[in-house]
């Protein structure tokens, strides 16, 4: 590794431990020329997924959109930060699981309402209003109907 003071290539591990709950390394070292201390992270490579939009357009995942659009739909409910962060983990998890570098956004977009849909209801609906969306009040009735199965609600006219 090399030195960040010196650009030496030799040092040393002083320390290693687990980080980001065991999804890399971290590691404390000393350059062996210039005794300057600095710490360097490991992590595991993954392979690059593209999202294929509903244009045919093509983009790279990112995480931090996924993030945001969750953050959107769970504002003023009862689901915490840690928990959409833990979302958009499993989420990703799954994507490199499936080893496919190319996920459509409608695939991304159920795996997203399949998370939500046993937390919360209001975020599960404001999500699906944008990823699906929504052009009408028919479209929301019909959504909030997969919630109650056995009461059909009010059709609006």
Do not use: H, W
């Amino acid at each position: 590794m090399q030195c960040p003071s010196c650009q030496n290539t030799d040092s040393r591990v002083l320390e290693s431990r687990s980080a980001d709950t065991g999804k890399s390394v971290r590691r404390r070292r000393e350059c062996l020329n210039c005794d300057f201390r600095f710490t360097t992270y490991e992590r595991v490579e993954t392979v690059p997924i593209t999202v294929i939009k509903r244009s045919e357009s093509k983009e790279t995942f990112s995480r931090s959109k996924l993030l945001n659009g969750l953050i959107r739909a769970c504002e003023k409910t009862c689901i915490d930060n840690q928990k959409i962060e833990s979302i958009v983990d499993e989420i990703e998890i799954q994507l490199q699981q499936r080893n496919m570098k190319e996920v459509s956004s409608s695939d991304l977009g159920e795996m997203v309402l399949g998370q939500l849909k046993g937390l919360s209801e209001v975020a599960y609906i404001r999500f699906a209003s944008v990823y699906r969306q929504f052009n009408g009040i028919n479209d929301f009735v019909e959504t909030l109907e997969t919630f109650k199965p056995d009461k059909k609600l009010a059709t609006v006219i």
